[in-house]
């Protein structure tokens, strides 16, 4: 099965309203990354985590290692933040980042 | 800051054609990472790169791909006998350190006919 599952697959949401999206994780994760995705293709950073909440203006996310999920909190949403939201783990001893399969998030006014 | 550099942004080959990636990671980054999308396997990664020696390649298929990194300053992924399947976009990653932030190019788009 998939070793980073991200829900929901695909989100549709009016301009001004809130939203959040989930990743569950089946390896050792040690840090999460969040990225979007937009439609040119470009993957930018929106947040690094350890174990722990950061937030960023209308962005707040949430890495819980004890159960092993993550969060990505949107509030007020823009047209801006259409595209593809990744969460993306590290952990294990591997430097490497295991994807999930993103979240497709369209803003519509 | 450029970012990570990636070129050619865009390539198309004959099926049986080598094909050449380039990766100039951010200046100062200790590790390159290659990673692969297509539409029906995702973000997947290929293998890495730290202080210019090759670290982890378990992501790479065994035959006809290779990557290089000869100076700090960029690494290679290439493609021998391109193959349709190979068709994907080629996304490039730096980081400063180990368990930090990964900061991605915007990818090689490769399309083999």
């Known amino acids: 099965g998939d070793q980073v599952k991200q829900s929901p697959s695909a989100l549709s949401l009016q301009e001004g309203t809130n939203s959040a999206l989930r990743c569950n994780f089946s390896i050792a994760t040690t840090t999460v990354q969040w990225f979007l995705q937009n439609p040119r293709g470009s993957l930018m950073n929106l947040f690094y985590l350890v174990p722990g909440t950061k937030e960023n203006g209308r962005l707040k996310s949430t890495f819980n290692s004890k159960e092993s999920y993550s969060t990505l909190h949107i509030r007020d949403a823009q047209l801006e933040d259409s595209g593809t939201y990744f969460c993306?783990?590290?952990?294990?001893?591997?430097?490497?980042?295991?994807f999930g399969k993103g979240t497709q998030l369209i803003i519509q006014p | 800051n450029a970012g990570v550099i990636q070129t050619p942004r865009h390539k198309v080959t004959g099926k049986g054609q080598e094909a050449t990636l380039w990766c100039e990671p951010i200046?100062?980054?200790?590790?390159v990472f290659w990673y692969r999308q297509t539409i029906v396997q995702g973000l997947e990664f290929l293998t890495y790169f730290r202080n210019q020696a090759p670290i982890d390649d378990s992501g790479m298929p065994k035959e006809r791909f290779s990557a290089q990194m000869p100076n700090q300053s960029h690494s290679t992924l290439k493609i021998q006998s391109t193959q349709p399947q190979d068709s994907a976009v080629y996304l490039c990653a730096s980081s400063l350190a180990r368990e930090d932030t990964q900061y991605f190019g915007p990818g090689t788009r490769l399309l083999v006919l």
């Open positions: 993306a783990a590290e952990g294990g001893g591997a430097d490497r980042l295991t």
């Open positions: 200046s100062g980054h200790s590790a």
